[in-house]
């Protein structure tokens, strides 16, 4: 199998027409080339402005959903995700999928609107004309349609304030009077999700409990900024996670990853739409599932946790009012975690659209503060998720018990996005 590396944290490229059944493209134009899928994701990833994690996956999600629909308007091998427009015969789908990835990306992003442009025209450049023109009117039609599904889904506004009194297991800023940061995602339309609390985790173990110090001790032991149980590699891998996420975000590690598999695997046009649609879906849904159940818990983080040990009424757990985390803990609630839930939705979801989860590739984590590049190859999508849950017990800032709640709730968000959308049609 051909495998290529990919920096996960630098890229390397630089209302709708409603249509009567009989309408639909039928193949009409053709499979297509599925390095569009790739390009424009490529291009999100090199233009994302500095906006919340939220807001990037929103945007990914909404630029997948656009180009898969676009393509399906022609090729019609599954039923859609969002909409489907009508499609002359002869439509391209290369010039529907890069017309709609181009004309959401320019709303979202409208300061890079000159190099989706160039991009755009790049693009058409190699179609003949006539078959772009309809490719065009397709992809237009989409994106308009997906634009204004989310024109109002609640990401945008003033953001609510989350204030827990001082008592024992509450959330409290770990920067002193810093506020609560994502307290708009629970009040965001998901993509897939009827609701952000259909697979809500239950409660966390009581801070009283035995469960509960057996995972407090580990964090406090493996999690230190001293530790002297955790091991060379974990500290590594711990920071590199972390330098992900401060550089960039998860998101484009495992659109890196879908992309190097669905190359190696040469997909179709449609199966790579399919694939990165439904991936950034399950990433987005997945994180609010687990941003909204920090909320409805609002559980002590380990910094605040062990230095309050004191107060928790539990003889298995000792104050030590020093310690620190290896990484910076982030600005709300422990439970449940975020990376975890993010990447048991993305095993999950690359694992339906690819049949299996057993699909080898190599990521090279880009290194951060003078460290160097890791490349690291991983034998399937679940050992690269659960390395990064682990990861964060390993810095510091989640028990296992927040790992392990999501990676069980999380997988269900992306069966639930996979059994309602973008089913294989008869003739597939």
């Not at 409805?296 to 298995?316: F, Q, V």
């Not at 290896?326 to 690819?354: H, Q, V, W």
Request: hydrophobic share 45%; glycine share 8%.
């Amino acid at each position: 199998m051909r495998k290529q590396q990919y920096p996960v944290l630098a890229a390397v490229v630089t209302a709708a027409l409603l249509a009567a059944p009989c309408a639909y493209g039928n193949g009409w134009g053709g499979h297509g080339d599925p390095e569009v899928v790739v390009e424009w994701n490529q291009v999100l990833q090199d233009t994302m402005p500095a906006i919340s994690p939220f807001l990037q996956v929103r945007s990914y999600s909404m630029l997948h959903i656009a180009m898969f629909d676009a393509v399906n308007s022609i090729d019609d091998d599954y039923t859609k995700y969002r909409v489907r427009v009508r499609a002359s015969r002869g439509a391209s789908a290369d010039a529907a999928a890069a017309q709609a990835a181009h004309d959401v990306l320019s709303f979202l992003i409208p300061a890079q609107a000159a190099g989706y442009d160039a991009l755009l025209a790049r693009r058409l450049a190699t179609i003949p004309p006539g078959r772009a023109a309809q490719g065009v009117a397709v992809g237009k039609a989409v994106a308009q349609a997906i634009l204004a599904w989310r024109a109002n889904d609640g990401s945008a506004g003033p953001a609510p304030a989350f204030v827990l009194p001082l008592l024992p297991g509450l959330w409290q800023p770990t920067t002193p009077g810093a506020p609560a940061g994502g307290t708009l995602v629970p009040t965001t339309l998901p993509f897939a999700l009827l609701t952000p609390t259909q697979f809500l985790p239950p409660r966390f173990p009581e801070i009283s409990s035995e469960a509960y110090a057996i995972d407090f001790n580990e964090v406090k032991d493996v999690g230190s900024a001293s530790s002297t149980v955790r091991t060379a590699a974990q500290t590594q891998q711990a920071r590199l996670t972390a330098g992900v996420i401060t550089r960039t975000t998860v998101f484009a590690a495992w659109s890196n990853v879908a992309r190097d598999v669905s190359r190696d695997r040469g997909l179709s046009l449609s199966e790579t739409a399919r694939a990165f649609a439904l991936l950034s879906v399950s990433m987005h849904d997945g994180a609010q599932t687990s941003q909204t159940s920090k909320f409805i818990y609002g559980l002590w983080r380990p910094l605040t946790a062990i230095r309050r040990a004191d107060e928790d009424l539990n003889a298995a757990t000792a104050p030590d009012t020093a310690w620190s985390p290896l990484i910076t803990t982030p600005p709300y609630p422990s439970y449940s975690g975020n990376i975890a839930c993010i990447t048991a939705g993305a095993a999950e979801a690359l694992g339906l659209a690819f049949g299996t989860n057993d699909a080898p590739f190599t990521v090279l984590w880009v290194g951060n503060t003078g460290n160097p590049d890791v490349p690291k190859a991983y034998t399937g999508f679940w050992e690269l998720a659960t390395e990064l849950a682990d990861s964060r017990i390993w810095g510091g800032i989640h028990y296992r018990f927040d790992n392990d709640a999501s990676q069980d709730a999380c997988p269900k968000v992306a069966r639930f996005a996979h059994s309602r959308h973008m089913r294989p049609r008869w003739h597939h």
